[in-house]
């Protein structure tokens, strides 16, 4: 079966601190990967994606993630919270060449204490 | 920055009525997307369309559902017969091409079945 796994549903960081939100996949093709975020009453909003070109991809609002083959891993990091990162982050998988079709990770929501 | 938009935010509706959400995607675009997130579970991929023709469906997109493009810039999902588990928030979703292209989502329409 191929999916995305999400680690953490819910994760707190203190404003200031890193952010590390896990994400692991299973896919039989090279897949594209992309993470999305969702605040409150709002869509989805594409934060970054990979697509097989740079394994380490830099997104907006100083978010970046690593490609890693060897771990399935495309886990979405960020030096330093801010308050406004509060929200919930969605990792998300396409299957192969020939669909469109995304599938979405459970989400993990992101509190930021001050 | 375009968006997609979508409307009416919130529909309220009476078991066994026909609801028919709305989406304006980003101009240029030249495929759409519908996706839904029942409350508390993942967000679903249900259909693309491109070329004025259905390209790929879930089996959750059964016979009670239909998509449109009226004219050249909405994008319509209509439910014949709506049941109590319809109730999600529906996400409508464009993008410029296939594969590597990301899908831009709207804010999504939260259907209310009573």
């Known amino acids: 079966a191929q999916s995305v796994t999400q680690l953490d549903s819910h994760v707190s960081v203190s404003e200031g601190t890193p952010v590390l939100l896990r994400c692991n996949y299973s896919?039989?093709?090279?897949?594209?990967l992309f993470w999305y975020v969702q605040h409150p009453n709002k869509g989805l909003q594409l934060l970054l994606k990979?697509?097989?070109?740079?394994?380490l991809v830099k997104g907006i609002n100083g978010f970046e993630a690593e490609f890693k083959k060897s771990e399935t891993s495309f886990h979405l990091t960020k030096p330093s919270a801010h308050m406004s990162d509060a929200a919930e982050y969605f990792c998300v998988v396409r299957l192969g060449y020939n669909t469109d079709k995304l599938i979405f990770g459970t989400g993990t929501r992101l509190q930021v204490f001050p | 920055e375009p968006e997609v938009t979508q409307t009416p935010s919130h529909q309220v509706t009476q078991m066994g009525q026909e609801v028919i959400l709305r989406c304006v995607p980003i101009s240029n675009h030249l495929y759409f997307y519908w996706y839904r997130q029942i409350l508390g579970q993942k967000v679903e991929f249900l259909v693309s369309?491109?070329?004025?023709?259905?390209?790929?469906k879930s089996e959750i997109f059964d016979d009670q559902f239909s998509v449109e493009r009226p004219d050249g810039s909405n994008f319509t999902l209509k439910i014949r017969s709506t049941k109590l588990e319809d109730s999600a928030m529906y996400f409508c979703?464009?993008?410029?091409?296939?594969?590597?292209?990301?899908?831009?989502f709207g804010d999504g329409t939260r259907l209310s079945i009573l």
């Open positions: 369309f491109y070329n004025n023709e259905i390209s790929e």
């Open positions: 896919s039989s093709y090279s897949p594209s």
């Open positions: 979703a464009s993008s410029l091409g296939r594969g590597d292209q990301p899908q831009h």
């Open positions: 990979y697509t097989s070109a740079a394994t």
